[in-house]
């Protein structure tokens, strides 16, 4: 009988268990961060890729009016082409003349980043902002 005890207290039948068990939240925090720092920037760079483009086709208007309609239509057509990641229905479009700068003119798109789903991997691990501003500026077409 005492044989049979110190069999089994020298066991390690259990000890993957254990194991697993303090791993796992490791690695649920690693792989909820991966995934939530890559939906976050995803959705960061492709605004600024639209702002970018939306101001560069801005430059074309003749005045303030046009140069808003073009950048609006541009954010548009460029939100409806890249799709996935930003849901175009939560972006919020700003557009006009820099405030610092008459002859400049600004687009800047506000995005809540929250509609993905990235809020729940915030209780794995902090995240940044849920909201991603993204702006570009250009000189006015013609001065």
């Given at each position: 009988m005492l044989r049979g005890i110190l069999r089994r207290v020298g066991s390690e039948t259990g000890s993957v268990a254990i194991e697993f068990a303090l791993t796992l939240p490791i690695l649920l925090a690693i792989t909820f961060?991966?995934?939530?720092?890559?939906?976050?920037?995803?959705?960061?760079?492709?605004?600024?890729?639209?702002?970018?483009?939306?101001?560069?086709?801005?430059?074309?208007?003749?005045?303030?009016?046009?140069?808003?309609?073009?950048?609006?239509?541009?954010?548009?057509?460029?939100?409806?082409?890249?799709?996935?990641?930003?849901?175009?229905?939560?972006?919020?479009v700003d557009v006009g003349a820099d405030p610092g700068d008459s002859d400049r003119f600004r687009v800047a798109l506000t995005y809540d980043v929250g509609g993905l789903g990235i809020g729940a991997f915030s209780a794995f691990v902090p995240l940044p902002d849920l909201t991603i501003t993204a702006s570009a500026i250009v000189a006015n077409g013609g001065t």
């Open positions: 961060g991966t995934v939530g720092f890559g939906l976050h920037m995803s959705a960061r760079l492709t605004l600024e890729q639209i702002a970018g483009e939306a101001a560069r086709a801005s430059v074309a208007g003749l005045d303030d009016g046009e140069r808003a309609e073009l950048a609006e239509e541009a954010v548009a057509d460029r939100l409806a082409a890249y799709g996935g990641v930003v849901n175009p229905a939560l972006v919020v």
